[in-house]
């Protein structure tokens, strides 16, 4: 009788802890459905109000789910509908990869960040035209306070990028662009955004490895991570990129850079400053992936997440690090990287607060007349979606 009043028991309480699994599965499973609807309903109806031909998003959820999204049109010539991994450039978003294989020298102390680049070009004849050449440390150049010009802002460089569409880069001939020009600021006294810092930075990586920077990209993440729909824009024929929309801006290229399958310019000349293209699914992956320190050392993750103030270029609490702007809000500390490349604008982000990361993409820059926010801001009208989403 005991034996079978025992039995009984068990057999009750695998049952009472099978349907409190099922239930629970399906409370999480319609939470998840609601935050997909009301992602997807937000996401149409900012392109609704916005007027850009389309965009992807995707998110990384806490547990590692993955979730993708899709809004209108790829291609409106075509009225080819948007899809969730169709590839677009990742602009300056493109940095945070360049700064994470920084950090893996570091790690395998290859690299000093506080060295002067002097110790890597010091000997070079064109190291002195370069504004605030003899002070400048690694350091600087990944937070940008260094003081070194912009070259994408030099109108002679679009207009022999405009009549030289073929044209290959040297890294050296970017520099060019902004050799004899006055320091924006003093070294390490100022903050000012310079995409020139990066391809100082990638030049340091080849000369530590020898080995060219894409190369080491590939093997160190993008084949680790099987980041697959992530590869450099190195030519002007990039499979699988879809059109993008831009406007009357200082790059002085036609409304649409895509013709014929085939960029307009050869994006080539980017390089570390951005140089890929991508997927937004890919994004909030590396994002992920990135801000988790899942690819170097906790040490390392905190030398790159420490802010420089954006006035002063001194330590903060908010900023920019080394490619990452830090963010304090109410939902926590925030780390992103937006980027724009002619016809497209791109942001990723990751929620400290809810361990989530976002990734948006649009085939249209702000130029065109099409955006009324920012990719970032953009990503931010999320937010309130995963705060209820991640309540207890």
Known sequence: MYMKKNKSIKLYIIAFLFLFSWNCNLIAQNKTDQLKKGIQYKLDSLRENSGFPGATLALVLEDGRKINFATDLSDPDKNIKMKPDDI??????????????????????????????????????W??????????????????????????????????????????????????YVFNEPPVHEPGKGWSY????YIIIGMIIEKICNNSYYNELKTRILKPLELK??????????????????????????????????????????????????????????????????????????????????????????????????????SGLIYSHAGIFPGYETSMMYLTKFKTSLAVQINADSFSGKLNKTPDQILFEFIDLLSEYYKN
């Open 88 to 125: 677009m450039f990742t602009g300056s978003t493109g940095k945070t990869f360049v700064s994470a294989v920084v950090m893996q020298l570091y790690d395998e102390g290859k690299i000093d960040i506080d060295n002067k680049i002097s110790n890597y070009f010091g000997k070079e004849e």
């Open 194 to 197: 310079s995409d020139t810092d």
């Open 229 to 330: 729909n992530t590869f450099p824009s190195d030519q002007r024929e990039l499979k699988g990129l879809i059109p993008g929309l831009t406007g009357p801006s200082p790059f002085q290229l036609p409304d649409k850079p895509v013709v014929d399958s085939k960029y307009i310019i050869n994006p080539q000349f980017e390089w570390c400053g951005g140089g890929l293209v991508t997927t937004s699914p890919d994004l909030a992956l590396w994002a992920k992936t990135l801000y988790e320190s899942k690819v170097f050392s906790k040490n390392a993750l905190n030398e790159l997440l420490k802010p420089h103030d954006f006035r002063t270029g001194q330590a903060s609490k908010t900023g920019y690090g080394f490619g990452v702007f830090v963010f304090d809000t109410p």
């Open 127 to 176: 190291f002195s035209k370069l504004s605030n050449s003899s002070d400048i440390t690694v350091r600087m150049l990944l937070s940008h306070t260094g003081g070194v010009p912009r070259y994408v802002m030099k109108p002679d460089f679009w207009k022999k990028l405009s009549s030289e569409p073929d044209k290959v880069w040297e890294p050296v001939e970017i520099l060019f």
